[in-house]
Structures are given as C-alpha cells and as structure tokens.
C-alpha cells in the first residue's frame, strides 16, 4: 500500500506517444472496494440532504488494506478519520 503512489507514477513517466494506456494499480483490491464504499456512503448522504463527505467526521474500523486506503482517501476529500 505504501508504494502504490511510487509505482504508478514511474509506470505513468515511462509511457510515451502513442503509447499511453490506463493504468490500475489495485493492490488486493483495496481501492476499488474503497471507492466503492465511499461513493456509497456520499450517495446515501446526499439522499439524506447530510451534504458531502468534506468536513465531516468518520471512523474506520480496520487497519487492513481498504482501511488504510479510506483513511487516505477520506483524507484527500477534507474528511477527518479516526
């Protein structure tokens, strides 16, 4: 999880015209089910009228992979979690 950043951006800084191609790096899933679950939970709060993910207080349970990822990602979305 630590190097994934790492990874990409030298996959990224290799690809040349017309070479250039999408890229996922998914180690054990964890984004994916991360992003899934999130888009989830914006969904359901603007369901609710609760506004956006931004500013508000969440907790993850977990230090797995996908908790490490929803504590970055939280965290890239100006949410604060414990």
């Known amino acids: 999880m630590e190097r994934v950043k790492e990874v990409f951006e030298v996959v990224k800084d290799c690809m040349f015209p017309p070479f250039k191609t999408s890229i996922i790096v998914d ?15 914006e969904d359901a709060l603007t369901r609710s009228n609760l506004g956006s993910l931004k500013d508000k207080r969440c907790t993850i349970f977990g230090t797995g992979p996908v908790g490490r990822v929803a504590a970055i990602l939280l965290s890239k979305m100006d949410a604060t979690s414990q």
Do not use: D, E, I, N
């Open 27 to 41: 180690p054990a899933g964890a984004y994916t089910t991360t992003a899934a679950m999130v888009a989830k939970v």
